[in-house]
């Protein structure tokens, strides 16, 4: 890409639609074609969204008038018997005291769509999160609560340790915020929020922040993932041996899903630590030992930990050497991406996330936290830059706050989770003994069946396996930079010029 080197590609965001002078031009009739073209396409959306909504987004009043006129007439006499109360007992923001906090979240993805919101579905960690911040009083709009996410995970994908900021409604005033008083008889934000939030969607603790424009998107310094998965007939040590090539600041545009028409054309990211490890002390030494895969960087792609698990099962199956992930990371003999299938997201589990100190935000930034807002790089240069001041000054992070009777209740609800698919986990190991001990009886097979992680793969097994090398391969990132910009979706602007 030395072409476009100097070069800076950005989304070309373009008004939506005619702006009013241009449809005040048009005649009757090409308005009349223009409002039946409308109505055609808003039909079109209504039968998408009937397809993709759940039974319980169905139900719910923001899509109920879609679909039923009776619901719609029944909503709307409800919305006004409920108004006349509502307007009765309206929380009058205008005198209210907010502060701004880390919240730290936990939640198990396997039964949502994701953690960022979504237009055509409301099952979403983050549509719950806001649904319980409003009802709760914690928050007028999510549009005024200065929000950042410090990670955006997949669909199945889970989390120990989301992080957001937000402002929250607080019982003092600003002034005396940080005063030990005043944190020890501040809102119960955890336990207010887990009263109303599912039990697989829980808050765990709130650090009170010194600094108002404090990011948990862009003040996030490391990100640690784990993916957990079967030894079955893994070889673990070159696995190991693998993940020792990962650590290094490199372009991991072969390890991505790229995301080029949403302007992500920046494929460099800071690795800082791969390892393979196991669950538990003790090991049975079969293919049900349980490891995980842990990595650490300053921010990652769109699939990135999924395409790396991936080339690492291909490792660990001995389908193909450690080497290949040098061979991978090296974009110049590798500019385009072979063809494989990233592993699956359910393991996966936003495990940890380390912050600066102080932030390299100005208070005259913007505060908003817009919905498409992604864990971004942040260069090391701009990180000292804006960090030499601020050394010298008090943190901006405090402590996390804990509550007892919080974390006892959080734990009771993940034992049962725990406690439901343990069961479950055992009466499967039982079966798969007795059809192993029957095998072993009545075949005398050559070699165990060790099948544990063909679910992991996400893909046909084929009867000759394709080195990844040898494969087919997507196009270049120089391609689809070219292709979305005569698509009129990427700008690509002169940054010697702009300077």
């Known amino acids: ?38 109505e055609a ?3 079109q959306l209504r039968n998408l969204l009937q397809k993709k909504l759940t039974e319980q987004d169905r139900n719910d009043d923001e899509y109920a008038v879609l679909f039923d006129k009776e619901k719609e007439e029944k909503v709307s006499k409800e919305t006004m018997i409920s108004s006349k109360v509502q307007k009765q007992r309206k929380f009058d923001w205008s005198s209210a005291h907010k502060r701004h906090v880390l919240l730290k979240i936990t939640y198990f993805g396997w039964d949502y769509q994701g953690f960022a919101c979504q237009e055509d579905s409301n099952d979403t960690i983050e549509s719950n999160l806001f649904r319980a911040l409003t009802r709760t009083c914690l928050i007028e709009s999510r549009a005024s609560s200065n929000y950042h996410r410090c990670g955006r995970t997949d669909k199945e994908v889970s989390a120990f340790c989301q992080v957001i900021s937000i402002d929250l409604r607080s019982k003092h005033p600003p002034e005396c915020q940080m005063d030990p008083g005043a944190l020890s008889s501040e809102i119960d934000y955890c336990g207010l929020l887990n009263r109303v939030l599912p039990k697989n969607i829980q808050c765990v603790a709130w650090m009170p922040l010194r600094s108002p424009v404090y990011s948990a998107r862009f003040d996030c310094i490391s990100r640690s993932y784990r993916y957990y998965f079967p030894k079955g007939d ?7 041996e693998a993940c020792n090539l990962l650590v290094r600041h490199a372009d991991f545009r072969n390890f991505c899903k790229m995301d080029v028409h949403n302007g992500v054309t920046n494929y460099m990211r800071n690795l800082q630590s791969a390892r393979v490890e196991a669950c538990q002390d003790q090991l049975s030494n079969t293919g049900y030992d349980m490891y995980f895969l842990e990595i650490q960087a300053n921010a990652f792609l769109w699939h990135q930990i999924r395409c790396i698990m991936a080339v690492l099962l291909l490792v660990g199956q001995g389908k193909e050497k450690p080497s290949v992930i040098s061979d991978l990371l090296d974009v110049e003999s590798n500019p385009c991406k072979p063809q494989y299938t990233p592993a699956i997201g359910l393991p996966l589990n936003l495990f940890r996330c380390d912050f600066r100190e102080n932030t390299t935000r100005s208070l005259s930034h913007p505060a908003d936290g817009g919905a498409d807002d992604e864990a971004m790089d942040t260069t090391t240069a701009e990180t000292e830059n804006l960090n030499t001041s601020a050394h010298a000054e008090e943190s901006d992070l405090t402590k996390w706050i804990y509550n007892e009777e919080n974390l006892q209740k959080l734990i009771e609800n993940t034992q049962c989770e725990w406690t439901q698919f343990s069961v479950k986990s055992t009466m499967i190991r039982n079966v798969l003994e007795q059809l192993e001990g029957l ?5 005398k097979p050559k070699e165990q069946v060790q099948a544990q992680v063909i679910l992991l793969q996400d893909s046909v097994k084929p009867r000759q396996y394709q080195p990844l090398l040898e494969r087919k391969r997507c196009e270049s990132l120089e391609n689809r930079i070219e292709h979305f910009v005569k698509k009129q979706r990427l700008i690509v602007k002169d940054e010697t010029a702009t300077a």
């Open 41 to 43: 396409y808003n039909f």
């Open 234 to 240: 893994l070889d673990i040590a070159a696995m190991q």
């Open 439 to 443: 095998l072993e009886e009545n075949f």
């Open 1 to 38: 890409m030395s072409s476009t080197s100097d070069k800076k590609i950005v989304i070309n965001k373009r008004s939506k639609g005619l702006p009013r002078e241009a449809l005040e031009k048009l005649s009757q009739t090409e308005l009349i074609d223009k409002v039946v073209q409308l």
